[in-house]
């Protein structure tokens, strides 16, 4: 059966996660994704290495967002390598980059000089903070974003100060807000015949992450600081309590269920009309926490999840990433899968981030060597044996190393 982009060609310029993971989830969905590389490749290829892989390897990171990919290692600033790429664009329905704004018009490929090649392309660009702005020309990496945007300065405690996360909470779903973005303007596309401009900024993917805090700051002023780990609803019984050997985490926000967890917890329910939300650190407010937390204590975190979810209340163990991938819950769902591939390096992947009846996402296949597939794309695209090797012979191409884009 055909998936969901059958018959849909991306040309992708971007490096590391973001961009490289927007195309990755349309190429699971049948997209074919052809990738334009430096001559040193994506930088995502040598970031997040483990000490057991040998210095030549990709790492698995850099596995998870390119499968199924065909490499092509074009120069672009050579104008017979730039013209070739707009030979490839013609015949593509969606470019994705994530250079610094500005760059690939320096490069002749900005989305006028494409459209000129193919009028109903659905261009997409990736950037920090924008294409316009007194700061779209800044480099930007998930960790700035999380610090401009406000995450930092909502996540850790008051006694240590603002924490970065120790995941990508801005790349990831800057991926998912991209793919979203192109698949509607290809459909919006189906039903106009017009192509697209995107500009996505990763300033604005941290944001809506954050739409509680801001709807908050935008009602009077208020939301957001380092409240530890306790919900932003700001109530009794909804935070990570520590227990005899470990965390739970308890999500009990309305008066009903956290008389319910007081109840199991041995406590007098009336406790909850005790905590303030309003003012958490005030004098009482404090003692109820304190003797709640020394309630959790008593327990291990397995004896309370039990209890808890038994009692129909929302609670989980607080589990580390080996934890999660050792859970039966993940063999009903489709985001741990085999490598396809089985790299031995590898043996598990990220699969599908989702499961469908018919259809849905499938792992798209291997990982491509740098530049690998360059003179199969150009065939592909039209080229000649004869115009590929002048390509070749006017240096647009690698021979054994390519030249690298701006």
């Not at 015949?91 to 320096?106: K, Q």
């Not at 991209?178 to 017009?194: K, M």
């Not at 798209?364 to 794309?377: F, H, L, N, P, Y």
């Amino acid at each position: 059966m055909p998936q969901a982009f059958d018959g849909i060609r991306i040309l992708d310029f971007t490096q590391v996660v973001a961009g490289p993971y927007a195309a990755q989830l349309l190429g699971n969905q049948g997209a074919g994704v052809v990738k334009v590389e430096p001559a040193r490749g994506d930088q995502l290829r040598q970031i997040f290495k483990t000490s057991s892989q040998p210095p030549d390897a990709d790492s698995a990171a850099y596995e998870l967002v390119n499968r199924g990919k065909r490499s092509v290692s074009i120069d672009l600033k050579n104008p017979a390598g730039r013209d070739a790429i707009l030979k490839v664009a013609a015949g593509c329905d969606v470019l994705l980059e994530n250079f610094r704004p500005g760059a690939m018009a320096r490069l002749g490929l900005d989305y006028e000089a494409v459209r000129k090649a193919r009028p109903d392309i659905v261009y997409c660009s990736i950037s920090g903070y924008g294409q316009t702005g007194p700061l779209a020309g800044e480099p930007a990496y998930d960790g700035t974003i999380q610090a401009i945007s406000g995450m930092m300065s909502n996540n850790g405690h008051p006694e240590t100060g603002p924490t970065r996360a120790g995941f990508l909470p801005v790349d990831v779903p800057t991926a998912f807000l991209a793919a979203y973005a192109i698949a509607a303007a290809l459909f919006r596309r189906a039903q106009t015949g017009r192509g697209q401009y995107v500009d996505l900024a990763m300033i604005d993917t941290a944001i809506l992450m954050q739409m509680s805090v801001f709807s908050q700051v935008f009602t009077d002023g208020s939301g957001g600081g380092l409240i530890g780990n306790r919900s932003t609803a700001a109530v009794l019984t909804a935070d990570a309590f520590p227990c005899s050997d470990g965390y739970i985490a308890v999500s009990a926000v309305t008066r009903a269920q956290g008389r319910i967890v007081l109840e199991l917890a041995g406590l007098d329910p009336d406790l909850w009309d005790d905590f303030d939300p309003n003012d958490p650190e005030s004098p009482r407010s404090r003692e109820v926490a304190d003797i709640v937390y020394a309630a959790f204590r008593q327990r291990p975190m397995k004896d309370w999840e039990a209890r808890l979810r038994g009692a129909g209340q929302s609670a989980s163990c607080v589990l580390d990433a080996k934890g999660v991938a050792g859970l039966d819950q993940m063999a009903h769902r489709a985001v741990f899968q085999d490598d396809p591939a089985e790299n031995p390096a590898a043996p598990r992947t990220i699969g599908g981030a989702f499961k469908a009846n018919e259809d849905g996402p499938a792992i798209a296949g291997r990982v491509s060597a740098i530049g690998e597939d360059t003179e199969a794309v150009l065939t592909d695209f039209g080229f000649s044996g004869a115009d590929v090797a002048t390509l070749r012979e006017a240096g647009a191409i690698r021979s054994d190393e390519p030249s690298a884009p701006a």
